[in-house]
């Protein structure tokens, strides 16, 4: 009893302050060790699990579409990276620099990749001939680097990894469909995988990637009513392409300038699924990314038989990812670090379960308790396995709902910043002053221009009063 009030203890109360609670829980739960490389984070076995079942998820939804996975450099020379001015403005501040090698100092800085563009623009110029050539459509696994000031497991770290998916075309039609496509597969994941609702939509001219025409994101809502940003993807138009000369002989037979886009999703949507799901116990994981989708715990495991029972049960229910602890932990102990861990289902086994034919599964998700016979134990787990992904979302899309309000005038929208966490539904003029204003005075900032639920609340700007172009979602975000 001491061992399992222990585990619960050690984490901080949500509603008392929901930064400690997220920390206490990255680290009681084993996500991450904190590295002696400051602002890096060493993601350990329980939170590697996590990204390996993400990516494989992800890379598979990728490959439907036509994606290939490619490897780049992990350096980018100086020259290479200021080929394209506005994209290294927007990342100088986070660029980290190599200026020595073997000892010599290098005749040219090397950039530790924040992000790729310009590795694979200088790819596309030597491969991209003609219009047969196209489209390329490249994804790469990897880790970036990117010098923040201010740094928080998984949220924000110097050195993270991600997806990046790097596409060339013939036409900017092409681009753009690819573009939204993708945008579709990460909103679709994250509502089918990780139960997580998000609200699509374009981001604004000052919110939108170093470079890009344009760019699509998917917000969530965490439950402390912050945005997270949790994929995007960007149509560059022809602007990289015109910056590194890359042509191809078009179907005119005259050179022709190609159409790029790039897409993103990194290990800061774990900090989603931990903010949006978790409770004051620990994690709680959507089934299909948990490292472990049932755990069974045997009650008075050294009394005859129940060992064996629970091995059985164990390889009726191995089309799942599950794990029989055979521990010397007391059942109460093996009970609060399922809890902490997150794990979807416990399944219990005991002499008096057996004697009955039965077996007790504990949902995480709420706690509720339902006895099946061991028989049914494979059907009965795929039906509350597909319940608790559905309840998780259900839970957090009525969150989402509850926490959007309008605004109409800026007295308005400054209450609710101050006093309401969540989302503000308001109207914009398009123009970048009263953005910059907005943040200003209430730290909050556009997070998109919805692709739905868009209609205008009234017809002027909620900041200067001027006539407005666009509904906007607003919000402070991590």
Same mark, same amino acid.
């Given at each position: 009893?001491?061992? /399992?009030?222990?585990?619960? /203890?050690?984490?901080? !109360?949500?509603?008392?302050?929901?930064?400690?609670?997220?920390?206490?829980? @990255? *680290?009681?739960?084993?996500?991450?060790?904190? !590295?002696?490389?400051?602002?890096?984070?060493? #993601?350990?076995?329980?939170?590697?699990?996590?990204?390996?079942?993400?990516?494989?998820?992800?890379?598979?939804?990728f490959k439907a579409t036509g994606v290939e996975n490619v490897a780049m450099p992990l350096f980018i020379p100086e020259g290479l990276l200021n080929r394209e001015k506005d994209h290294v403005e927007g990342f100088a501040p986070e660029v980290a620099w190599v200026t020595m090698g073997g000892g010599e100092a290098l005749t040219e800085r090397l950039c530790v990749r924040p992000t790729s563009e310009t590795l694979f623009c200088d790819l596309y110029k030597n491969i991209v001939h003609s219009y047969r050539d196209?489209?390329?459509?490249?994804?790469?696994?990897? +880790?970036?680097?990117?010098?923040?000031?201010?740094?928080?497991?998984?949220?924000?770290?110097? %050195?993270?990894?991600?997806? /990046?998916?790097? $596409?060339?075309?013939? $036409?900017?039609?092409?681009?753009?469909?690819?573009?939204?496509?993708? &945008?579709?597969?990460?909103?679709?994941?994250?509502?089918?995988?990780?139960?997580?609702?998000?609200?699509?939509? *374009? =981001?604004?001219? =000052?919110?939108?990637?170093?470079?890009?025409? +344009?760019?699509?994101? #998917?917000?969530a809502m965490m439950h402390d009513g912050k945005a997270l940003q949790s994929g995007t993807s960007h149509n560059f138009g022809d602007g990289f392409a015109k910056a590194f000369g890359i042509q191809f002989t078009g179907r005119d037979n005259k050179f022709n300038t190609p159409f790029q886009t790039s897409w993103g999703l990194s290990t800061r949507i774990i900090g989603a699924i931990i903010m949006v799901h978790g409770d004051d116990s620990g994690l709680v994981l959507p089934p299909g990314v948990a490292p472990l989708q049932i755990v069974i715990v045997?009650?008075?495991?050294?009394?005859?038989? @129940?060992?064996?029972?629970?091995?059985? &049960?164990?390889? !009726?229910?191995? %089309?799942?990812? @599950?794990?029989?602890?055979? +521990?010397?932990?007391?059942?109460?102990?093996?009970?609060?670090?399922?809890?902490?861990?997150?794990?979807?289902?416990?399944? %219990?086994?005991?002499?008096?379960?057996?004697?009955?034919?039965?077996? @007790?599964?504990?949902?995480?998700?709420?706690?509720?308790?339902?006895?099946?016979?061991?028989?049914?134990a494979p059907e009965k787990a795929r039906e509350l396995l597909a319940d608790i992904h559905a309840s998780l979302y259900e839970k957090a899309e009525r969150h989402l709902k509850e926490c959007i309000y309008p605004a109409k005038t800026y007295e308005e929208f400054k209450d609710i910043a101050e006093n309401r966490p969540g989302f503000i539904r308001a109207m914009w003029c398009g123009e970048t002053e009263c953005e910059e204003k907005i943040k200003e005075d209430t730290t909050v900032t556009s997070r998109c221009i919805p692709f739905e639920d868009n209609e205008a609340i009234s017809d002027t700007c909620v900041c200067c009063g001027k006539k407005a172009k666009h509904l906007v979602i607003w919000g402070k975000a991590y």
């Open positions: 009893m001491a061992e /399992e009030k222990k585990q619960v /203890e050690a984490i901080t !109360s949500m509603e008392e302050d929901f930064a400690q609670w997220y920390t206490d829980i @990255v *680290k009681k739960a084993e996500l991450i060790e904190y !590295s002696s490389v400051k602002g890096c984070m060493i #993601i350990l076995p329980a939170g590697y699990a996590l990204w390996e079942n993400i990516q494989k998820e992800l890379d598979a939804r196209l489209p390329k459509n490249y994804n790469q696994w990897c +880790s970036v680097v990117r010098w923040e000031k201010t740094t928080r497991p998984f949220l924000r770290s110097r %050195e993270f990894l991600w997806q /990046e998916g790097h $596409t060339i075309h013939e $036409t900017y039609e092409e681009a753009e469909e690819r573009t939204v496509q993708m &945008l579709n597969v990460y909103a679709d994941f994250v509502k089918e995988v990780l139960a997580i609702p998000t609200i699509r939509g *374009k =981001k604004t001219d =000052k919110e939108k990637f170093a470079g890009a025409e +344009s760019t699509y994101t #998917i917000e045997p009650i008075q495991q050294r009394k005859a038989g @129940v060992m064996e029972a629970a091995e059985k &049960l164990k390889e !009726s229910l191995k %089309e799942f990812r @599950v794990k029989l602890d055979d +521990s010397d932990r007391s059942p109460g102990y093996k009970f609060a670090e399922q809890e902490m861990r997150g794990f979807p289902l416990r399944v %219990e086994i005991g002499p008096r379960d057996m004697e009955a034919g039965n077996c @007790v599964f504990v949902r995480r998700d709420s706690g509720e308790k339902i006895t099946v016979p061991i028989s049914e």
